[in-house]
């Protein structure tokens, strides 16, 4: 065997798998004590951060930030945000402080059905196994029932079993398309035990219930898992105002021209895949930033926010608006499925710091928070991009990014920032200032 190949790297402790990444890349000896650096100094919660992943060897940092005055449905609340991205978080705070003078965000829940599918092959009749299907979803409800109760009680559990019969996709496959309530929960281990049971029971059916013959008796299961596509759990998010009050000390016709391009480029996120890609990634930006602040699973929700957002056949903007009797109206829509008990919210500090500071949400109110961010990170970049671009804020933004690889002292940053309010930022015109005044 190839003797590079590491056998039991899991098995390591902290100190075998440092000492592995020093052999293999030729750090120094002592990158033990530079990876401690960024430990947090109270071991129990250490270990409670390395205790969420396998093969630890350090922590990771990105700056917990927190944008003012999200006025949501009249609350006014802080949002916590976790971005590496500094004008996500400026332009965050901008578009919640601007919307809040404009009677606020208003948002709300459409749905919240989580679904999963069992995949299995059987080489039958799929008419004759509709027929027996009462027979088996009884069957299924009744052997699951010793996962299901504890959800019942908190009001959720299983809302539909359906039947579908999918040979255009392989010879003779079928699913079991399940519906889910998991209430305050994102839901994924019950979701995923219940199918895996669900897939045990239906095995056990063909073998011994005598009502399929012989040659059909087998059914192989493929595989049991819950679909990130959640296009039943489902948030709008909108903000409105007079297009006259659109820009502050503006006259009519700028905010008129305003609201005009900015409906052009709604326009051409809808229909220009180039473009929406982007678009989206800008509403991503404040998604993400808040769903990884509260410890939920940013990738689960994106994952399904870009397949919704290619629902009709084309990949498309989420945001829509309408520019009617004098009224921009801006909205978003969004299928999306997250947790507030358990998993990393429940057990990262900071998360469940984030959770306080959203006055501990329910799993509906967090959606809704979610696509307003979603929606305040959007208006922000579209705002910038119709007027004065998006360079001037984000290389502003950057400029202390630039300061710290060219490690400028602290004593002469203000100089420098001074010196840039009205100039274009780059890294070379930095570096090029720096040289004249060291
Ligand atoms: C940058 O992170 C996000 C933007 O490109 C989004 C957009 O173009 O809408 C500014």
Not at 134 to 158: N, Y
Not at 385 to 392: A, C, E, F, M, T
Request: proline letters at 3%; hydrophobic letters at 40%.
């Amino acid at each position: 065997m190839d003797d590079s190949i590491i056998q039991g790297f899991s098995k390591f402790n902290k100190q075998e798998r440092i000492d592995a990444l020093i052999r293999k890349y030729g750090f120094q000896e002592d990158l033990d004590k530079w990876l401690a650096t960024f430990e947090n100094s109270d071991v129990s919660i250490q270990k409670l951060i390395e205790d969420m992943s396998e093969n630890p060897v350090s922590s990771f940092h990105l700056p917990f930030t927190i944008a003012p005055n999200f006025v949501v449905n009249g609350k006014n609340l802080f949002f916590p945000l976790v971005s590496e991205e500094s004008s996500v978080v400026a332009a965050l705070a901008n578009a919640a402080g601007y919307w809040a003078r404009r009677g606020g965000l208003h948002a709300e829940v459409l749905g919240t059905e989580k679904k999963g599918q069992v995949h299995f092959i059987w080489n039958g009749n799929p008419e004759y196994l509709r027929s027996l299907f009462p027979e088996i979803r009884s069957k299924l409800l009744a052997e699951s029932d010793f996962l299901t109760t504890k959800m019942k009680q908190r009001g959720g559990g299983i809302t539909g079993i359906e039947l579908k019969s999918l040979p255009q996709i392989l010879p003779n496959y079928f699913q079991l398309d399940v519906g889910f309530e998991t209430c305050d929960a994102m839901g994924a281990n019950f979701i995923n035990s219940c199918l895996e049971q669900f897939g045990k029971s239906l095995q056990e059916y063909f073998r011994t219930s005598g009502k399929v013959s012989v040659n059909n008796r087998e059914c192989e299961i493929i595989m049991a898992i819950l679909s990130n596509y959640t296009p039943e759990s489902r948030v709008r998010a909108w903000v409105e105002c007079r297009v006259t009050n659109l820009l502050d000390g503006k006259l009519p016709q700028e905010c008129e021209l305003f609201a005009r391009k900015f409906e052009q480029a709604i326009r051409i996120s809808q229909v220009d895949v180039s473009r929406a890609v982007t678009h989206n990634k800008g509403i991503f930006n404040g998604i993400d930033a808040l769903a990884i602040a509260t410890g939920n699973d940013f990738r689960a929700i994106e994952a399904c926010g870009h397949a919704f957002a290619a629902r009709n056949g084309l990949y498309a903007g989420l945001t829509d608006i309408q520019l009617q009797d004098g009224k921009f109206r801006f909205s978003i829509e969004l299928a999306l499925a997250v947790g507030v008990v358990g998993g990393v919210t429940a057990v990262h500090p900071m998360a469940k710091l984030a959770m306080k500071i959203l006055d501990n949400p329910s799993a509906k109110e967090l959606m809704m928070y979610l696509a307003v961010a979603g929606l305040a990170s959007n208006f922000g970049a579209v705002k910038a991009l119709v007027s004065v671009g998006i360079q001037q804020g984000h290389m502003k933004m950057h400029l202390s990014n630039i300061m710290n690889q060219l490690q400028i002292p602290e004593v002469n940053r203000a100089e420098i920032q001074q010196y840039f309010q009205d100039k274009t930022v780059s890294y070379s015109a930095v570096e090029e200032y720096w040289l004249t005044i060291n």
